[in-house]
């Protein structure tokens, strides 16, 4: 590979993107970089100056008249750092954040529209080949995923696959379960893959970098009106990154917009992390019932959420 290479590429990719008129693509009065800071300040939980700084790798000049033209224009307001006096904060305003988000929804249009001309057998080569060049690119601070950078999508090909692997690989490493669960989760997989209703039941697959991270499932329970989340699961390098509660929060939303009136679910005791993050939810413990499975001595717990008492 020769500078003149790289050169080429960057030439190609700034075109494809529209970097060069990049307000004109998205119909709106702001460069990438003014667009990459408006999507910093929303999504970001660091937004002192210095921060957004060092995120973005911005010069501090620059960064200031950027900061200087949003205030102007009644975008974004500035205070001393709760936690540093002698830094900035920026925080958005309302006005600041109708406008980042219509910024991201119109990048997403923009994007929706590009992706819509690769073939889909080539959108995974297209996706390993993004991993690739910023893995080998990448420092590791950029390299890291960041919360913003994790997708909600439908299952394509060989996610089912996935979901029954990954439930059996994480289960048998973190608290040693035996083949028995991954044949329970083969059924349950097996099951909505041969039969369900895609307007009362769904799959999750939570993903970065098209790299699926997490997963989660809605189907039908036997009670009238109630649906069951089922199989949530996060990959341990995706911790920390909110993927369990965007992935729970999916489930709720979907359930209670199609006419569900209870949301209930099984887990085990053991499963901490998960039985927090189900109560952050507002679900509510029912019955607990020891019980040997999986090749261990297990406490049984059965959850309930109303979803016409809850709406958060």
């Not at 219509?102 to 923009?110: D, G, I, V, Y």
């Not at 601070?141 to 029954?164: F, K, M, T, Y």
């Not at 799959?203 to 069951?228: L, Q």
Request: hydrophobic share 40%.
């Amino acid at each position: 590979m020769s500078v003149q290479d790289v050169r080429s590429f960057n030439r190609f990719y700034t075109n494809v993107i529209g970097a060069l008129d990049y307000g004109r693509h998205l119909y709106a009065p702001y460069t990438l970089t003014e667009s990459r800071v408006l999507y910093e300040l929303a999504h970001s939980p660091r937004t002192d100056a210095a921060d957004l700084r060092e995120e973005l790798s911005l010069d501090a000049g620059y960064l200031s008249r950027i900061l200087n033209k949003f205030e102007q224009d009644g975008l974004v307001e500035r205070a001393p750092s709760e936690k540093d006096p002698r830094r900035r904060r920026v925080t958005l305003t309302a006005r600041g954040r109708e406008a980042a988000g219509l910024l991201e929804e119109r990048a997403r249009e923009t994007v929706g529209e590009l992706l819509a001309t690769v073939a889909p057998a080539d959108r995974p080569r297209l996706a390993e080949a993004m991993r690739t060049v910023r893995t080998i690119l990448g420092d590791s601070r950029s390299a890291a995923p960041h919360p913003q950078d994790v997708g909600l999508r439908e299952p394509g090909p060989g996610d089912l696959g996935w979901i029954v692997q990954r439930n059996a690989a994480l289960y048998t490493a973190e608290y040693g379960w035996n083949t028995d669960y991954e044949g329970l989760v083969a059924r349950i997989v097996a099951d909505f893959a041969e039969d369900h209703d895609p307007h009362l039941e769904r799959v999750w697959i939570a993903a970065v970098d098209g790299r699926p991270v997490g997963c989660v499932m809605c189907v039908r329970d036997d009670a009238p009106a109630t649906a069951r989340l089922r199989l949530l699961l996060v990959e341990p390098d995706a911790r920390g990154l909110g993927v369990g509660d965007q992935l729970v929060r999916a489930v709720i939303d979907f359930a209670r917009g199609v006419g569900y009136h209870e949301l209930v679910l099984w887990t085990n005791d053991i499963l901490a992390s998960a039985r927090r993050l189900y109560q952050r939810h507002g679900f509510v413990l029912v019955s607990e019932k020891p019980h040997r499975s999986f090749g261990a001595d297990l406490v049984g717990q059965d959850w309930r959420l109303d979803l016409h008492g809850n709406s958060r």
